[in-house]
């Protein structure tokens, strides 16, 4: 069963942080995705990253930066948060034998920003 | 542009009832449907996608092409079906989704 972990479920940081949200897949996926989850938005991709130290931007990649140093790594970086950013980040890993392969969620981390 | 639409944000049936989660999506091309389900305190995931042509738990959607749709049925509702749904496409054979905002479905006892 493919595992996707997030560093932390809640995080309270203040504005101006630096904030590194990490996520860990344990199923040798090439393709990793960061999102933003807010009621009524549903969900809206951050950034892309469909291999080591390669990315693309999402829908909103302002005011976030990523790192994919290694495989079974994917970092969000929050450069210098704001209250703005204070949401549910779900990250997601996928295997790229196949684009119609279901993307496997982690648990999310609830970060607020004071 | 392409876009996914779920009109309801919040679906409430009581148990035993028929229930139907409607998703409506842009997109001039073949499209690949998929709807994940987020039960109360537990992760994303997929609950099926179009192209497998299945029933998970019940569940059954069929891809309506000329009406652009993928709506989400089942016959008889189960207070464990109560969650949180998200419908999602993919296109050009990008591994990237757009998603729907969801829809909250509750159902009474």
């Known amino acids: 069963d493919v595992k996707v972990t997030q560093s932390s479920r809640y995080l309270v940081k203040r504005t101006g942080e630096k904030v590194f949200l990490e996520c860990v897949q344990d199923?040798?996926?090439?393709?990793m995705f960061w999102y933003r989850q807010d009621p009524g938005l549903g969900l809206r991709l951050i950034y892309f990253?469909?291999?080591?130290?390669?990315?693309e931007k999402g829908d909103i990649p302002e005011g976030y930066s990523v790192s994919r140093e290694k495989k079974e790594r994917f970092s969000l970086i929050l450069e210098s948060a704001s209250t703005n950013q204070t949401s549910m980040y779900l990250c997601?890993?996928?295997?790229?034998?196949?684009?119609?392969?279901?993307?496997?969620f982690g648990d999310g981390t609830r970060l607020s920003i004071l | 542009a392409q876009r996914v639409t779920q009109p309801e944000k919040l679906l409430s049936v009581f148990k035993g009832a028929p229930v139907e989660l409607k998703c409506n999506y842009s997109y001039s091309g073949s499209p690949e449907l998929f709807w994940y389900v987020q039960y109360s305190r537990q992760r994303l995931q997929l609950l099926l996608r179009?192209?497998?042509?299945?029933s998970i738990k019940g569940f059954t959607a069929d891809l309506n092409k000329g009406e652009t749709s993928f709506h989400l049925k089942k016959p008889f509702a189960q207070e464990e079906d109560s969650a949180m749904y998200y419908c999602?496409?993919?296109?050009?054979?990008?591994?990237?989704?757009?998603w729907g905002a969801g829809t909250k479905l509750i159902i009474k006892p």
């Open positions: 179009h192209i497998s042509r299945e």
């Open positions: 990253s469909y291999d080591v130290k390669m990315k």
């Open positions: 199923m040798d996926h090439e393709n």
């Open positions: 997601a890993s996928q295997w790229a034998g196949s684009s119609n392969q279901p993307q496997h």
């Open positions: 999602a496409l993919r296109v050009d054979s990008n591994y990237q989704l757009i």
